[in-house]
């Protein structure tokens, strides 16, 4: 019979073999270290690892001393290259199993591992730490019987109490990565589902922009129709005045007088003196005088209001014309300036008005106009911008309409604001902001004000 060699292992050794262990912390490079420390140290030529996976055992890693090489084996095949009567036995019981001599009666006998098997001895220990069952090493010896002396079972069971540690370690540094690359993965797919958010929100901007511009142009193509469509049922009216008012006219009876004349013109004395017609000539002349008088005055009136309502078509067909052409043209601009020309430009509207500006200017991203005029009554509050609408009754309803939609060409927003009648209104024109220098806000106080 063949009996192994005793280790020649030192103190110095196994503190090498210790270090070798801790210094990994990659889990399939410390158990390829450790599978090496252990053949070597116990002189085997097998041998394999099978860590504790929850209830199951997973055989890590199996090495034979000729190749060196650590390789996984799923269970099922694993089942025949491990007697697992003998693993099973070490993980219940928590206690290493050795047999000395495999072809010698031993409790494990039955096991068909050893029906194929060239081990002559083996060795099972249990890796455990704080009484918990980290996993088995299992050993084996093809060359000589009773190759497992006490001396190298503590020798391993030393090695194998570090390896626990280090195999917690890096099973937990293997977790943590692990984790992280669940985590950048989560990260990445989030960033993805984000920008595809945002892509989304961008693209229903821009609908909801696109539908309100062309919900904004039905209202003001609608507006404007109703507008001409009123102005033009009035012009149609005055029309049918002045229709009236020429087939009803005397202008006829003149061209009647002047023949009755010309016939008697040889003895337009006579005619006048003594003719009963000659002489209600004067008076009746007096009389067709005063009605053409009138008749001119009635033509003179509905072809002011025809010429006040086709100015008023001219300008909103004017108007429309311009936003039609008009396109946005950015333009960096000293807002103090902007409204000084603004103001130059209405000077003599305002000193006609009786109006009087004062100006205060502070750092602010706005526009605001004060005034002390009429104010404006609660019920019109909602309807200040809608086209048409005016408080003045000489007003078309288009300038407040003209600015609240160029405030929001502009990006800004245009507000008007008041107590109540009598007691002035305020103008607000928020206005964005770029770059590093904020506009000017301009507020305005007049002393009088036209209604809006």
Known sequence: MTRARRPGWDALSLVKAQQALSSEINLQKLVATLMSVALQSAEAQRGALVLSQGDELQVKAVVDASSREARAVPRQPADQELPWTVLSYVRRTGEHVLVDDTSQP???????????SHARSLLCLPLTRNQRLHGLLYLENSLATGAFSPSRI????????????????????????????????????????????????????????????RVGMAEVASNVLHEVGNTLTSMVVFTEQMRDVLASSRVGRVEQVASLLEKNQTQLPDFLTQDPRGRNTVGYLWSLAGRLAKEQEALRESLTDMVGNVERVRSIVHLQQTYAKSTLLAEECELAEVVEEALR????????????????????????????????APEARERLFSQGFSTRREGHGLGLHSSVLAAQLMGGQLTLESPGP?????ATLMLPISGAHAPTETAERGAGSRQA
């Open 345 to 376: 430009l209405q000077q003599s509207v305002l000193q006609q008005a009786g109006i009087q500006v004062t100006k205060e200017l502070e750092p602010l991203p706005r526009i605001r106009v004060e005034d002390n005029g009429q104010g404006i």
């Open 106 to 116: 031993h409790p494990f006998s039955a096991d068909p591992f050893f029906s194929q």
């Open 154 to 213: 503590t020798l391993l069971q030393h090695l194998v109490s570090h390896a626990v540690i280090s195999l917690e370690n890096a099973r937990l540094y293997s977790e943590v990565q692990q984790a992280e690359t669940a985590l950048r993965a989560a990260n990445e797919a989030l960033e993805v589902r984000v920008e595809e958010r945002q892509r989304e929100l961008k693209q229903a901007q821009a609908r909801l922009v696109e539908t309100a511009r």
């Open 422 to 426: 009598g007691q002035g209104a305020t």
